[in-house]
């Protein structure tokens, strides 16, 4: 929570408006805004939290940090900075329309590649008639319209979110994620929507085997624990990579494990100022070995080279 810190400088009182946080077992502070001489009444106060909730405290503390390696090296991590720069240059030089959309064709792309993997049939543009234009189409199981519906209700759900990542944010991601899906689930008698799964699955093409529903809670609870304690540790991109990597493992929910863990980890990389990635349904073979490797690392790689190719694609073409 941040708060109202007072500095003296030759006997006068300066105020900041600054948030402590900790990495390992130091604790730091950064100062978020300067108020001023005047000590901010309860109004102004007011305004300050209403200003800095706590995704824009998370962007600017972590957008700051320099990251050590956790298992890649300093070169991917260094390279992973330099695509991020790149990234941001280029969309500061971008008008507010050239930046609505940017936003607009990400959605789009992410819907339609993150559905794909999964065996959505539509193509890019039947997505797109669909989420953006609100056309049905002949000959497409309404299943699969609602499925990539629901995707970019859910990714606008993820961005507006201001808390930090949790098992009740989590849950509810997957509620809007799965809304209206129930009805085409008439043959899976343990299907739940924004609940952990109650039964055993498992995941076609994978090596490992998701835990026993009895384990979930536990397990969850201590990815989440994982995540708060490494936040300002481990770089975006592993942190994301890992978090998906041990979300998958863990497979919490009867169905949308897959888009839950690429919607997570663009959560964690946005929530870092870390541009977001569309993982190409094009890849899914090199995706699917690298999970399957059970090896953190191998996904980071992945995900490393599909950012650079998402970021040189975009900015070529435009």
């Known amino acids: 929570m941040a708060f109202v ?3 003296l400088v030759n006997d006068e009182e300066y105020y900041y408006f600054v948030e402590n946080y900790r990495i390992g ?5 950064k100062n978020l805004k300067y108020i001023g001489k005047e000590k901010p009444n309860a109004e102004e106060l007011e305004k300050l939290h209403e200003e800095f909730t706590e995704k824009k405290i998370q962007k600017i503390i972590r957008s700051k940090l320099s ?12 390279k992973s900075e330099g695509i991020k720069r790149v990234f941001f240059e280029n969309v500061s030089s971008l008008s507010y329309e050239g930046k609505n959309q940017l936003i607009k064709r990400f959605k789009t792309g992410f819907t339609y590649h993150s559905c794909s993997i999964e065996g959505n049939t539509l193509s890019r543009a039947q997505v797109d008639m669909v989420i953006n234009k609100k056309e049905s189409i002949d000959g497409k199981k309404l299943y699969e319209l609602q499925e990539v519906k629901n995707h970019k209700d859910a990714i606008e759900y993820m961005l507006c979110e201001n808390e930090d990542l949790s098992e009740d944010f989590i849950k509810r991601l997957h509620e809007v994620l799965m809304k209206d899906i129930l009805e085409y689930k008439e043959d ?3 299907f739940v929507v924004g609940g952990y799964r109650c039964d055993r699955r498992y995941i076609e093409g ?4 998701p835990i026993p529903p009895l384990l979930i809670p536990s397990e969850m609870k201590e990815l989440i624990s ?8 481990i770089h975006p991109i592993e942190l994301a990579s890992e978090f998906h990597m041990r979300f998958a493992i863990i497979h919490p929910f009867s169905d949308g494990n897959g888009r839950m863990a690429r919607l997570l980890m663009n959560f964690i990389l946005d ?3 870390f541009p977001m990635i569309d993982i190409s349904v094009e890849n899914r073979a090199e995706y699917i070995e690298a999970l399957s490797t059970g090896k953190p690392e191998k996904l980071t790689q992945f995900i490393y080279n599909e950012l650079k190719n998402y970021v040189e694609k975009l900015f070529d073409s435009i």
């Open 226 to 233: 994982f995540y708060k304690k490494n936040k300002y540790i």
């Open 271 to 273: 929530r870092s100022g």
């Open 25 to 29: 077992d130091r604790v730091l502070q």
């Open 67 to 78: 990251f050590k390696p956790y298992k890649v090296s300093q070169e991917l991590i260094e």
């Open 188 to 190: 899976d008698d343990e």
């Open 5 to 7: 810190r007072i500095k």
């Open 206 to 209: 994978a090596d490992f085997i």
